[in-house]
């Protein structure tokens, strides 16, 4: 199931090194004077920039615009576990085992992504400015959505293999 919450929280959940490089960058982005604080900050509306870490890791630098829950479905992913990071603003993200919903589209291996219809029994996260959420391969997700008005968010999505 997902895990959430604030970056010291996660890391004294998560021992797995698979993981360091990710928390790293993210303690990084939390660095105001640093390159990589002031280089998600300058993140355009509706970009997304492909970082590569190393063979296993990398981000996507994203900016968008919070939807209506009717607009967003679930998603999930078999190569990689995600770690979306919230830069700037909040959203809500629901999450629901991938047994427990409908799919609509086939998972589509070049791209890893499968999408779900959405569920009246999803589990609900709100995720702050500095929080992340984990999604393992198990874990539909359906990010993006608005909490009471459509904004601007920055996130790090971090794909890490599995």
């Given amino acids: 199931m ?13 021992t797995n090194p698979k993981f360091e490089k990710a928390f790293l960058y993210i303690q990084k982005l939390q660095d105001k004077n640093s390159f990589e604080h002031k280089e998600l900050l300058n993140t355009n509306l509706n970009e997304c920039n492909k970082i590569v870490l190393d063979e296993n890791t990398f ?29 700037e603003g909040d959203e809500i993200m629901e999450v629901e085992n991938i ?7 086939d998972y589509n291996e070049s791209l890893d992504y499968a999408n779900y219809s959405q569920s009246n029994n999803a589990s609900i996260l709100k995720i702050k400015e500095n929080e992340l959420a984990i999604f393992y391969p198990q874990d539909a997700h359906m990010p993006c959505i608005k909490i009471d ?6 996130k790090a999505v971090f794909k890490i293999a599995v």
């Fill in 2 to 14: 997902a895990i959430f919450g604030n970056i010291e929280s996660i890391k004294s959940q998560i």
């Fill in 59 to 87: 981000i996507l630098k994203q900016s968008y615009i919070t939807k209506d829950k009717k607009d967003c479905l679930f998603e999930s992913h078999k190569k990689y576990i995600d770690i979306q990071y919230m830069f």
């Fill in 99 to 105: 047994n427990n919903l409908t799919l609509l589209k």
């Fill in 149 to 154: 008005k459509n904004k601007k968010v920055i």
